[in-house]
């Protein structure tokens, strides 16, 4: 599950070049350095820009420095010492003029008693060209060098700064000056007397992080203290925030040197030592990562600690999956949306970083789910913080990341819901950047649409995928927006036991306030915590505006001619949305859709917008008030685009044409299962609240006419399942003719209309039924509206009626006035009978007296 890119490989990018360097060159002078099957080639260092250190063992005792550049992949080799030494460190700085190198010296005997020599030596030595030598150290203990690699604006700054970490816990860093002699000459200055400053001192552990040019370091107090430390480009470092932390693990005798190179005495870094890594990403997200002590046959447990959310999770793995053989190794991988807890054979955790709440969105693998092929049961791997494993004993590199296809199998292979349900979210938020991907997830759901599962496949999806698309904007949206609809989750993964506590808010300095990026975002998530913690109903839910949404409804259906002002500005908003969905170019439609004035649905948009807009003024008003107003159309904009794609994918896979469209004909097993996967989508939907876009009832009602008989039809109508609209409307009547079934499914439409769509639908269908119902209307509205008003008449108009019934006589000629001052309703209508109409209004009239019967 956890896919290996290998970026590189001593024996592929080194050893070719050596050997091509050994037949390009004179017998005994680079010769013996590139024979490489004699002493193999170590890596020893990966530096802040990717570029790659590692020496080699010459065949007459020579020892070689050399550089690997990924970006251009091309070999350089540094420096060379004419005998044999052990190193344990290296660095060089950006401009490739400066090596930092510690060494491990032998004692030799000299007769009776040995040569008093320092163990480590630490050496400064130009390189651009070969020049001066500087003894920087000779101590008993061992000391790891690291040149820093700040962005400089000035590119012509001749100065470097280097850190200097001893094991008897100091850590110092040196302020190199530099200087050009004869145009090309990288000299030092002031060589005697470097500047130096002390950072730190009595700490337990140290982890330096080469990306980001910040130092974790642990202290031990009272309690155990986490403190990070910032280098800048101007010589200056800060501590940026403390927190406590309750680790595991009694004081640790050996300071323990975390990512300060991998040479010599590496592999003596046994699993007893402190495992622990910190994670940073720049979304503003940092995870202190480490595993407990163990004992045979025992418990394995690991803890991540959030802490940009304040929390902490526990992971007790039982004592059946650590069974023999017990993990060599246990490490940790920065995903950045992931932790992965690695025991190659044992298990492999991917801990979601962001949405820590509910443990069905992590994926747990175990067994042979679990094996890593490229690394082998020998290999010592390094976890470096940007997703990078370094095997020290094999001299590759590797890029760590989720296997898309073997997540994909896994997604239609799983049983269980919380597999699922973790697996889902993971394709959709961490893997799908492309709309390939996306595609084949839509297809998986669509086949899944029976799936028996205690959560929604298609609310989940559409969540998830909003999150993903959205959450780009601003990273700290992870708590304001809904991503999964799942609101309790029981479900534990099987042999894993899990345990949260509460963190310690940390203490930061007031500088980090004027800094950017993660610093910014870190600090705002965690000040925001406190707030999080207080505020009811924080995370926006769709659901919540139901009763506003039925007042709307209610509204919309009254007899009221003007919509009323929220109605109106609702309808602007939804122009906003519609703007930004044409700038997007989804103009090349498969499906028919956004062709049609749904006015529901187009109030339901603006409607969801409008409270979006408030619900992030409210918790999230540091965005300010123009991004927020973009971010809530782009919300509404994305999942009415989102829903176009699942139908779209959907009509492609089950091959639907224009034929679909036409309510002649019934529709085939294909028409049956888009209509289905349309019930699921208007269901999922439906729960949230959400709005469709505009054309989506419409073609859903048009595939139930083919699809259904027709009891089951009207059924679906009046369960609200179909939604009766305008345009299907109008194409029913026009495209059916009046047999038998196709009147009964007329009428029986026809009378579940609203009364104002009724008024404007009656007239498309010449046939006495609606006619009559024209006519009932039409008295209706001239006595409602005109039965108060006085009306005159002459004698000679009586001529008209018969006399002998004087009162049917005088109703008549009553009609006939107010018809006189009334509009006349059929006037530019097509398909319209005035002398049946007058009938009908005349029969209708003595049915209303009682003297005919219907």
Excluded at 171 to 182: A, K
Excluded at 388 to 395: F, P, R
Excluded at 475 to 499: A, M, N, R
Excluded at 719 to 735: A, P, R, S, Y
């Amino acid at each position: 599950m956890l896919g290996l890119k290998c970026t590189f490989d001593l024996h592929a990018d080194v050893i070719p070049h050596l050997l091509e360097l050994r037949e390009n060159t004179n017998e005994g002078t680079v010769e013996t350095a590139a024979f490489p099957h004699e002493r193999k080639a170590q890596i020893v260092n990966v530096e802040g820009n990717g570029c790659i250190l590692y020496t080699w063992k010459g065949a007459y005792g020579s020892t070689y420095v050399g550089i690997y550049d990924p970006s251009s992949r091309q070999n350089k080799i540094l420096y060379s010492f004419e005998k044999e030494v052990s190193i344990i460190s290296c660095s060089v700085n950006r401009e490739n003029t400066l090596l930092a190198v510690s060494i491990l010296q032998k004692k030799y005997p000299l007769k009776d008693h040995f040569q008093p020599v320092s163990k480590c030596l630490t050496l400064l030595i130009e390189i651009h060209p070969v020049n001066n030598t500087k003894v920087l150290k000779a101590v008993d203990k061992h000391v790891r060098v690291q040149f820093l690699y700040p962005e400089y604006e000035n590119k012509r700054i001749l100065e470097s700064h280097l850190l200097l970490i001893s094991e008897d816990r100091y850590i110092e860093q040196l302020h190199i000056s530099l200087t050009i002699e004869e145009g090309y000459r990288v000299v030092l200055q002031n060589l005697d007397c470097i500047p130096k400053d002390k950072v730190a001192e009595d700490f337990s552990w140290v982890q330096w992080d080469a990306q980001t040019q910040m130092l974790h370091l642990l202290f031990l107090k009272d309690d155990w203290i986490l403190k990070c430390y910032q280098f800048y480009p101007d010589r200056n470092f800060d501590v940026m925030f403390q927190v406590p932390l309750d680790l595991p693990v009694k004081p640790i005798s050996k300071v323990r040197l975390v990512n300060f190179g991998h040479g010599y005495c590496e592999e003596d870094e046994t699993a007893a030592a402190l495992n622990l890594r910190v994670f940073t990403s720049g979304t503003g997200s940092m995870c202190v990562c480490y595993s407990h002590p163990t004992v045979s046959d025992q418990e394995g447990a690991y803890t991540i600690a959030f802490i940009h959310r304040g929390c902490s999770k526990t992971f007790t793995v039982s004592s059946e999956i650590m069974k023999s053989p017990r993990p060599r190794q246990l490490f940790f991988v920065n995903l950045d949306y992931y932790i992965a807890v690695c025991s190659p054979g044992h298990f492999i955790h991917f801990i979601n970083t962001r949405q820590t709440d509910y443990p069905c969105h992590n994926l747990y693998f175990s067994g042979q789910d679990s094996e890593i092929c490229s690394l082998s049961s020998k290999s010592i791997i390094v976890s470096m913080p940007d997703a990078t494993l370094i095997d020290v004993q094999m001299g590759k590199i590797w890029k760590a990341s989720l296997s898309h296809s073997a997540l994909l199998t896994f997604l239609h292979t799983s049983k269980f819901d919380g597999h699922k349900l973790g697996a889902l979210h993971c394709a959709v938020v961490y893997l799908a950047r492309e709309e390939d991907l996306d595609v084949e997830i839509i297809n998986w759901l669509t086949e899944k649409w029976t799936s028996d599962t205690n959560f929604n496949l298609y609310q989940e999806f559409i969540l998830a995928s909003l999150y993903r698309k959205i959450r780009s904007d601003s990273f700290s949206l992870d708590k304001i927006l809904p991503y999964t609809s799942v609101s309790v989750w029981e479900e534990e993964i099987p042999g894993v036991k899990c345990s949260s506590d509460l963190l310690p808010q940390p203490t930061f300095l007031d500088r980090t306030r004027n800094l950017k990026g993660f610093w910014e975002e870190f600090r705002y998530n965690v000040e925001v915590l406190n707030y999080f913690d207080v505020v009811p109903n924080l995370r926006y839910n769709n659901s919540l505006i139901r009763e506003e949404w039925n007042n709307l409804l209610a509204e919309m259906n009254s007899e009221e001619s003007k919509p009323s002002s929220h109605l109106r500005h609702f309808l602007e908003n939804t122009k906003k949305v519609l703007s930004i969905l044409d700038t997007w170019r989804l103009d090349t439609r498969v499906v028919p859709l956004f062709q049609e004035e749904d006015h529901q649905q187009r109030v339901l948009i603006g409607l969801i917008v409008d409270k979006l807009r408030d619900h992030l003024n409210r918790h999230f008003s540091r965005l300010g008030k123009k991004k927020i107003d973009m971010l809530a159309l782009n919300y509404v904009a994305e999942l009415l685009a989102l829903i176009k794609q699942i139908l779209e994918t959907v009509w492609v896979k089950y091959e639907l044409g224009s034929q679909a469209l036409c309510l002649k004909h019934q529709g085939n097993s294909a028409e049956w299962a888009v209509f289905h996967i349309m019930c699921q989508i208007l269901e999922a939907g439906k729960d949230l609240c959400l709005p469709f876009p505009p054309g989506f009832h419409s073609l859903h009602a048009v595939l139930g006419v083919r699809c259904l008989p027709i009891h089951t039809f009207l059924l679906y109508i009046d369960h609200g399942v179909l939604q009766l609209t305008e345009t299907f409307v109008t194409l029913l009547m026009k495209d059916l003719d009046n047999t038998q079934k196709n009147e009964q499914l007329k009428f029986s439409v026809m009378s579940r209309l609203s009364e104002t769509m009724s008024q404007k639908l009656y007239h498309l269908w010449d046939h006495p039924i609606t006619s009559a119902f024209i006519a009932q209307n039409y008295v209706k509205t001239l006595f409602a509206n005109h039965g108060s008003k006085e009306c005159s008449f002459n004698n000679e108009d009586y001529s008209n009626f018969h006399p002998e019934f004087l009162p049917l006589a005088y109703l008549a000629q009553k009609l006939s006035a107010m018809e006189n001052l009334a509009l006349n309703p059929f006037e530019e209508q097509e398909n319209v009978d005035a002398k049946f109409v007058e009938e009908f209004a005349l029969k209708n009239t003595l049915i209303e007296l009682g003297f005919e019967k219907k």
